[in-house]
């Protein structure tokens, strides 16, 4: 189940199902971002439909009334058929003020040909309501699941997503119109199509999962090589803009587009202009309310770079009203795959779209934050500064006594660690370098080799 199943499909119908736990600005805010999802996808958002349930639960997921409407706007080409609760029952949990829907009198009759919800639905919920409306009809992780299948790059991202979305599909996967009436001959005797591909799906769930074992110790390989050195970590919610930020302040081609997870690779470049010794700078995975938990799992080891950093910025894009959930969303995520105690900095991107009272209202409210814009020079470099100190409180200080003889190693000192002081005598030099306790036992052992 992909939506590049029907290239042909472009215009989409936006559902939101508010219940009693899910309402008002939150149902509001969250089917805006549903929109930008879709659009992500490349599709063109013809109109919002809500409807107020008791739970999203229901066997049609919609009231009669409500899926009458809206295959009205699909082309009639469903069948709408009664379910197990009463018309009047429907009529009484209508909500007209949770969200401002388009209404279905100003859009053209089969003006959809995708209708997407705001939330999960099973697969038998998915099944019953295609029938009613006739269309290709999503949920929200499927929706996820598809943007990342789109943007994953390398083969670490590409195996997680890949995992993630046969999970998702391997219980959506449906009986053929002949195939599921027949037996399959020879081997599998017995099986039904539907049985076949189930079990083909699970043979590659897990040739998938042994292959992103191997990765994932290579992966866990590199990072135990840049252990000895100063990691930071960008995180945050989605088009925050962590890539803009890691391009400036490290002067790297990293991509980043107005898009929402325009990055799922993580992407390790060095602080730039470069210190002695380097602090590197990841980019990680960007987070979304409701991010499927296969992708949390799946993305386990990717998030491992936040886990391992000495420093998390996390960045959030202060010009949106609403950043405040969506860091409340990061802090849940990072929990869930154990970062809870590494020293963090909240950075208020974006701060350019903001007036001067904005600033200075989020000034007061986060005292401890910076406020910066990566397109802003004087704010990167601020940024910069700060990230430095920060490492170079972690650093020993220490006087390292050489003998001229021993050049090599005054080039490796000069090229790994940061020199504060030299003093020359006839016979040595003396060299105050600041370091991290692996690389000045290193030295060390080796001084007395010599």
Do not use: W
């Not at 929109?35 to 997921?61: C, E, I």
């Not at 799946?298 to 949106?320: M, P, R």
């Not at 910066?372 to 430095?388: E, G, Q, W």
């Amino acid at each position: 189940m992909q939506l590049t199943a029907k290239a042909s499909l472009t215009n989409a119908l936006l559902i939101s199902i508010c219940t009693p736990d899910f309402k008002g600005d939150e149902a509001t805010e969250s089917l805006a971002e549903l929109a930008r999802l879709v659009t992500t996808l490349g599709f063109t958002v013809v109109g919002t439909q809500s409807q107020k349930q008791s739970s999203t639960k229901k066997v049609n997921v919609l009231g009669l009334g409500k899926l009458a409407e809206i295959a009205h706007l699909t082309g009639n080409q469903g069948v709408v058929e009664n379910d197990d609760e009463s018309e009047g029952q429907f009529e009484e949990m209508v909500d007209e003020s949770e969200i401002a829907d388009i209404p279905s009198d100003n859009l053209p009759f089969g003006c959809a040909d995708v209708v997407v919800f705001d939330c999960d639905l099973s697969p038998s919920q998915l099944r019953n309501v295609e029938n009613q409306l006739g269309v290709e009809v999503f949920d929200r992780t499927g929706i996820i699941i598809e943007i990342f299948s789109r943007h994953a790059r390398t083969k670490t991202a590409k195996l997680q997503v890949e995992i993630a979305r046969l999970k998702y599909v391997a219980p959506r996967l449906r009986e053929t119109s002949c195939g599921d009436r027949e037996r399959q001959m020879g081997k599998g005797a017995g099986e039904t199509t539907l049985e076949l591909n189930r079990r083909k799906v699970r043979d590659q769930l897990a040739d998938l999962k042994r292959e992103l074992v191997s990765v994932q110790n290579e992966m866990k390989g590199r990072r135990t090589q840049r252990s000895e050195l100063f990691c930071v970590a960008l995180v945050g919610y989605t088009n925050a803009g962590k890539s803009s930020m890691m391009r400036a302040i490290t002067g790297s081609d990293v991509v980043g587009e107005n898009k929402l997870f325009a990055t799922l690779d993580t992407t390790v470049r060095a602080l730039h202009p470069a210190t002695q010794p380097r602090i590197l700078v990841s980019d990680t995975v960007g987070f979304i309310k409701k991010l499927p938990h296969d992708l949390v799992a799946s993305f386990h080891s990717t998030l491992a770079e936040a886990h391992d950093a000495s420093l998390l910025l996390y960045v959030v894009d202060a010009s949106d009203a609403s950043f405040r959930a969506q860091l409340d969303v990061v802090h849940e995520v990072l929990a869930e795959v154990g970062v809870e105690n590494s020293e963090k900095l909240l950075v208020l991107n974006k701060s350019d779209q903001l007036s001067i009272e904005q600033q200075q209202a989020l000034k007061e409210e986060f005292p401890d934050a910076m406020m910066t814009s990566a397109r802003d020079p004087i704010d990167v470099a601020k940024l910069h500064k700060y990230i430095v100190g920060v490492a170079e409180n972690e650093m020993i200080e220490e006087e390292i006594v050489i003998p001229y003889t021993a050049q090599g190693i005054i080039g490796e000192i000069r090229s790994t660690m940061s020199v504060t002081n030299e003093d020359y005598d006839y016979n040595e030099i003396k060299l105050t370098v600041r370091s991290n306790a692996i690389d000045l036992a290193r030295l060390k052992k080796k001084m007395l080799s010599l």
